[in-house]
Nanobody, 121 residues
Framework: QVQLVESGGGLVQAGGSLRLSCAAS????????VGWFRQAPGKERQFVAA??????YYEDSVKGRFTISRDNAKNTVYLQMNSLKPEDTAVYYCAAGASGLYSRSMSYRYWGQGTQVTVSS
């Protein structure tokens, strides 16, 4: 059984940083397509970043501020978020098992439970 567990969310002031972690069990991340998505209240789930083998993709609004990376030894994918803005406030989800376009939520087979990120102004 595949499980993805996100952690690292919290409350931070604008301009601050957080690092989200997505730890996988039952599945090896090293060759997997892994993505981060976010969903704010009343809005649709939005693509944030993805890592496919060694290629990284980012949504335009987070380019230069967020970095996705993976630690194969720990079977964990990270999302380093710097220069956070209030509009980054959302529940952040990790997804794995990508098959198809990396930016589409429907491309991913496995999902974590989400972690809340709140950025105060």
């Amino acid at each position: 059984q595949v499980q993805l567990v996100e952690s690292g969310g919290g409350l931070v002031q604008a301009g601050g940083s957080l690092r989200l972690s997505c730890a996988a069990s039952g599945r090896t991340f090293s060759s997997d397509g892994v993505g981060w998505f976010r969903q704010a209240p009343g809005k649709e789930r939005q693509f944030v970043a993805a890592i496919m083998w060694t290629i990284r993709y980012y949504e335009d609004s987070v380019k230069g501020r967020f970095t996705i990376s993976r630690d194969n030894a720990k079977n964990t994918v990270y999302l380093q978020m710097n220069s956070l803005k209030p509009e980054d406030t959302a529940v952040y989800y990790c997804a794995a098992g990508a098959s198809g376009l990396y930016s589409r939520s429907m491309s991913y087979r496995y999902w974590g439970q989400g972690t809340q990120v709140t950025v105060s102004s």
